[in-house]
C-alpha cells in the first residue's frame, strides 16, 4: 500500500517569496491534516478536511496561508508571502477512521 | 495551550535498558496514541489505547492510561539503538479534536 506522498521535500527561498507544497493522502482515506513542526516541538494543526470540506483551520494564519483540499483526494498548502518564522517542516497526515494517523515524510521549508 | 505536556524533555539511556516516557493532559480523552518520529522523518503510529483501557502491550511496548490523573505512560523494554527518536503522545478530545504532546527526546547509547 502506497503511503503519503509529499513534495518537496525540501524548500528555501527568501522571505516574502510564495511557496507551495502538494501531499498525496493514501488512497480511502477521507480525513487530511496538515500539521506544522518547529525545530524542538510538537506538530501544530494548521488545518483539517474531511473529505473536501474544511473541520478546522482555527489555528491558519489566514493572511498568508491558504490550503485546498480539490476533488477530496490531494491537497496543496500556499504560503504567501513567507515570514522567517515559517521555517519549519510541513507534515501531511491522513486517516480513515479519524484515529490513527498516516504521515508523509514532510516538506522542510527554510525562509531566509 | 491544550497541548498535553511529555517527560522527559530528553532520556538517554544504555543499550538493553528500559526506557519511560509520561505525558499528561488536561481535557477528557477518548483514546490517546503514541507516535514514533525519527531525526528528519515523518511520524510513525506506535499504539493506540482507548479511554476504557488501563494498559495495553505491542511487542516490547507497554502503554498504561490512568484517566483519573489524565496521564499515560510509554515504556519500551530493552532498548535499541534503533529505537532513538523522539516519541509523541496524541490524545483525542471533544470533537475528535487530536492533540499532540510535547514529546520526549531518546537517545539510546551503544
Known amino acids: 500500500e502506497a503511503g503519503v506522498a509529499q513534495s518537496p521535500r525540501y524548500k528555501i527561498i527568501e522571505k516574502r517569496q510564495s511557496v507551495a507544497f502538494w501531499c498525496n493522502p493514501i488512497?480511502?482515506?477521507?480525513?487530511l491534516y496538515w500539521y506544522q513542526q518547529i525545530l524542538g516541538q510538537g506538530p501544530k494543526l494548521l488545518i483539517q478536511?474531511?473529505?473536501?470540506?474544511?473541520?478546522?483551520d482555527s489555528q491558519l494564519p489566514k493572511d498568508r496561508f491558504s490550503a485546498e483540499r480539490l476533488k477530496g483526494v490531494d491537497s496543496t498548502l500556499k504560503i504567501q508571502p513567507a515570514k522567517l518564522e515559517d521555517s519549519a517542516v510541513y507534515l501531511c497526515?491522513?486517516?480513515?477512521?479519524?484515529?490513527?494517523?498516516?504521515f508523509g515524510e514532510g516538506s522542510r521549508l527554510t525562509v531566509l | 495551550s491544550q497541548q498535553g505536556e511529555e517527560d522527559p524533555q530528553a532520556l538517554s539511556i544504555q543499550e538493553g535498558e528500559n526506557a519511560t516516557m509520561n505525558c499528561s493532559y488536561k481535557t477528557s480523552i477518548n483514546n490517546l496514541q503514541w507516535y514514533r518520529q525519527n531525526s528528519g522523518r515523518g511520524l510513525v503510529h506506535l499504539i493506540l489505547?482507548?479511554?476504557?483501557?488501563r494498559e495495553k502491550h505491542s511487542g516490547r511496548l507497554r502503554v498504561t492510561l490512568d484517566t483519573s490523573k489524565k496521564s499515560s505512560s510509554l515504556l519500551i523494554t530493552a532498548s535499541r539503538a534503533a529505537d532513538t527518536a523522539s516519541y509523541f503522545c496524541v490524545f483525542t478530545g471533544g470533537g475528535n479534536k487530536l492533540t499532540f504532546g510535547t514529546g520526549t527526546q531518546l537517545k539510546v547509547e551503544l
Open positions: 488512497s480511502g482515506h477521507a480525513t
Open positions: 489505547i482507548r479511554s476504557n483501557e
Open positions: 478536511f474531511q473529505n473536501n470540506g474544511v473541520v478546522d
Open positions: 497526515a491522513s486517516s480513515f477512521s479519524g484515529s490513527e494517523l498516516f
